[in-house]
């Protein structure tokens, strides 16, 4: 069986049960208008897969502003502040931090705020992505007073609310392979993962109400991550339901 009958095997229990699969879709890094992008820019339009674009504050460049007041249901998330790493050697790479001073550290993430909530109005949503998807305890207890209202990182939130006012909905699904060779992750690897969350929801093994989030990253992919993608957002099953992106942040 292949990995893609097996994600329709997946999803038969699903509507065998009446739940719809939710998925969302995120894609980190943005700073400017690349071709890659409007590679991800078209997909969305065309396959109708709204996409949540984590955006880098201190690179924005307009010509992103401008061609993303053209697209229907792109919305824009805070990136950190400049993607800059502040740990020491010997630690996992993470710019909102606990070594710096927190004053510090939240002057950047109010600068990035201030810029992206001006340059992209209603577009923006008030959603922190922190860089590598890290972010130290006393950053993210601070966001809410910065006027942040939701966080996404990567894995199974272990709850929905870490701080509260703060909505946290994850992603799962990394088409890249960091660790190796930083290309394409691979297709049965990413559909293997795409499984994995949906039939730990279904099981009740982590937050049923967290949809399944893809994580992709438009500077690095190559023709494979673009055909996988392509492949994914043309599959259609009746228990398969893409996420507005306000509607994976439903504020309470």
């Known amino acids: 069986m292949s990995s893609w009958d097996q ?5 038969d229990l699903w509507q065998s049960e009446e739940w719809i699969a939710t998925m969302w879709w995120r894609d980190d890094d943005a700073v400017a208008v690349t071709s890659a992008l409007e590679t991800l ?9 709204p996409l949540a674009l984590a955006v880098i504050p201190a690179d924005l460049e307009h010509d992103l502003v401008l061609r993303l007041a053209e697209t229907l249901d792109t919305r824009v998330f805070q990136h950190g502040w400049s993607h800059t790493n502040h740990m020491p050697a ?4 993470q710019e909102l931090d606990d070594v710096r001073d927190i004053g510090t550290v939240v002057a ?17 949503l008030p959603v922190m992505v922190p860089p590598w998807n890290r972010i130290a305890d006393d950053v993210m207890r601070a966001l809410p007073s910065l006027g942040l209202r939701g966080i996404s990182t990567f894995n199974a939130r272990p709850d929905a609310y870490p701080v509260s006012g703060l909505l946290m909905v994850n992603t799962h699904v990394d088409v890249i392979d960091w660790r190796g060779t930083r290309g394409f992750a691979g297709e049965d690897q990413c559909i293997t993962a795409m499984i994995a969350h949906l039939s730990a929801r279904r099981t009740g093994l982590v937050d ?11 500077l690095v992919h190559d023709d494979a991550t673009t055909r996988f993608l ?3 957002f043309s599959f259609e099953h009746a228990a398969l339901k ?3 992106i306000p509607g994976v942040f439903p504020w309470q």
Do not use: C, M
């Not at 820019?41 to 897969?49: G, I, S, T």
């Open 108 to 124: 950047d993430i109010r600068r990035g705020f201030d810029i992206l909530s001006s340059q992209f109005g209603n577009r923006f």
């Open 7 to 11: 994600l329709r095997a997946e999803l």
């Open 90 to 93: 010997g630690r996992k790479k």
């Open 208 to 218: 049923a109400a967290e949809p399944t989030g893809l994580l992709t990253h438009h």
């Open 41 to 49: 820019l078209a997909f969305e339009q065309d396959y109708r897969v």
């Open 242 to 244: 893409w996420l507005r």
């Open 230 to 232: 392509e492949n994914l």
